[in-house]
C-alpha cells in the first residue's frame, strides 16, 4: 500500500490534533507541577510523552511517498519508489529480536484464552494490604482496617505479574498463583484490567509498525480501564470527583464485571489489529 504525500500529510495532521486533544489536560497540570493520581499513571508507568503520542506513523509496510527526510527516522527504510519511506516491520526484528518475540507471545498467548472475570480489582487492595505506607498519598476509603478486611474475606485471583510485583509482603502468600516475570506470558489473560492496558505499551513499543489510529485508540481503551481501575481502588478520591466502584459489594462487584468484559471486548479487537497491522495476514494464525 501507498500514501500520496497529499494523503498522509492530511491523516499526520488529523492524528496530531486528536492527541493534542487526549493529553491536553494532563499538559495543562504539568505546566502547574499538578498531580493526579488517576492520569499520571498513563504517562509515566508507560514512559510516553505527549509529544511522542502525536508522532504518526501510518504502519508497517506502508509506503509514504515523497517522505525522505523519514529515511532518518527508525526503522524506516526506502520504499519502492524514489524519495519515499515505509515502516520495516524486518528491521524492526533484526535489531529488537528479543522484544519482538515477547511482544508477539503475549498478544498472541492472551488472544488464545479466554477471559477472567473473578479478580474485581482487588490487586490494588492487595497493594496497601497491612501496610503504614501506601503508593498514593490519599485516604483509604474503609480505613487500614477495613481494607484489610476486604482482601481477607475475598480469594486473591490476580494473573498479571506488573501488578503482583507490587502487592506487599502479607499479601502475596493470599494470591491463588505465584507470579514470575519469566513466567507471565502462561498466565496473562484477556479479562485482566492491565492485560488490555498493556495493549497501548506494545503499541508503543512497536513504534512506526503501528498506525498512529490504532496507537491512539489503544491510548483510548488504557485511559478508560485506568478509570476503572482507580474507581474499584481502595482510595477515596473524592477530591478528584472519582466515584468509587465499592467492589466489596455485590453491586459494586456487578458493575466491575460488566465494565471488565466490556474492556475485553475492546481489548480483543485492538490485539487481533495490532498483530494485523504489524505481522499482516499471517498474524491471524496460533503461535
Not at 527504510?77 to 533484526?94: E, L, N, Y
Not at 478486611?149 to 501488578?163: G, K, S
Not at 499479601?171 to 498463583?177: G, L
Request: charged content about 30%.
Amino acid at each position: 500500500m501507498s500514501l500520496a504525500r497529499q494523503d498522509w500529510l492530511l491523516r499526520e495532521e488529523a492524528h496530531r490534533d486528536r492527541a493534542d486533544a487526549l493529553t491536553a489536560a494532563h499538559r495543562d497540570r504539568a505546566t502547574r507541577a499538578e498531580k493526579h493520581p488517576v492520569w499520571d499513571f498513563l504517562f509515566k508507568y508507560y514512559s510516553y510523552k505527549p509529544a511522542q503520542l502525536r508522532r504518526w506513523h501510518p504502519g508497517a509496510g506502508v509506503e509514504l511517498a515523497d517522505a525522505v527526510d523519514r529515511l532518518d527516522w527508525r526503522w524506516y527504510s526506502p520504499g519502492r519508489s524514489a524519495g519515499s519511506a515505509v515502516p520495516d516491520a524486518f528491521a524492526f526484528g533484526q535489531e529488537k529480536a528479543e522484544l519482538a518475540a515477547l511482544i508477539e507471545k503475549m498478544l498472541r498467548r492472551t488472544a488464545s484464552r479466554p477471559g477472567q472475570f473473578g479478580c474485581f480489582g482487588l490487586h490494588e487492595w492487595a497493594m496497601v494490604y497491612r501496610a503504614e505506607e501506601h503508593r498514593h498519598a490519599v485516604p483509604l476509603r474503609l480505613g487500614q482496617a477495613g481494607t484489610d478486611a476486604v482482601v481477607e474475606n475475598h480469594d486473591l485471583r490476580c494473573t498479571h505479574f506488573d501488578a503482583f510485583r507490587f502487592f506487599t509482603p502479607e499479601a502475596v502468600p493470599r494470591n491463588r498463583t505465584s507470579l514470575s516475570r519469566d513466567e507471565q506470558p502462561l498466565f496473562e489473560q484477556p479479562g485482566c484490567l492491565h492485560a488490555g492496558m498493556d495493549l497501548y505499551k506494545w503499541a508503543t513499543k512497536l513504534g512506526p509498525l503501528i498506525p498512529g489510529e490504532l496507537l491512539l485508540d489503544s491510548f483510548e481503551l488504557a485511559r478508560d480501564i485506568r478509570l476503572l481501575d482507580m474507581q474499584a481502588a481502595p482510595y477515596d478520591l473524592s477530591a478528584w470527583d472519582v466515584v468509587p466502584v465499592p467492589i466489596e459489594t455485590p453491586e459494586g462487584k456487578a458493575e466491575y464485571v460488566r465494565r471488565q468484559r466490556i474492556f475485553a471486548d475492546r481489548g480483543a479487537a485492538l490485539r487481533a489489529a495490532l498483530l494485523n497491522a504489524w505481522l499482516g495476514d499471517g498474524a491471524r494464525e496460533a503461535a
